[in-house]
Nanobody, 120 residues
């Protein structure tokens, strides 16, 4: 059984920074694309940023230039460095990973979410 463990959320003032991390626990072969999603109160979940196994990245326009996604393949850990945070960034942030298994192919997993609150 694979679980995604997220950390790094919290309360920060506007203009501040936070770094989120996500790593899978359990037995698996490798990790393909990983991504961060967020869901604000009353809104649908949206993709914030994603990163392939080879380091190709993709960002939603609203965070471009402020957020940086990265990963350490040796640790199978993904990070989201969030700078110049704004109140509109307040949301629960979810980690998603496509995990490879030797026998059963690949499956998507979601973390439980970590709350990021940006005060004005």
């Amino acid at each position: 059984q694979v679980q995604l463990v997220e950390s790094g959320g919290g309360l920060v003032q506007a203009g501040g920074s936070l770094r989120l991390s996500c790593a899978p626990s359990g037995t698996f072969y490798s990790v393909n694309t990983m991504g961060w999603y967020r869901q604000a109160p009353g809104k649908e979940r949206e993709l914030v940023a994603s990163i392939s196994r080879w380091g190709d990245t993709n960002y939603v326009d609203t965070v471009q230039g402020r957020f940086t996604i990265s990963r350490d393949n040796a640790k199978n850990t993904m990070y989201l460095q969030m700078n110049s945070l704004k109140p509109v960034d307040t949301a629960v942030y979810y980690c998603k990973a496509n995990v490879n298994f030797l026998i059963n192919g690949a499956m998507d997993y979601w973390g439980k979410g970590t709350l990021v609150t940006v005060s004005s």
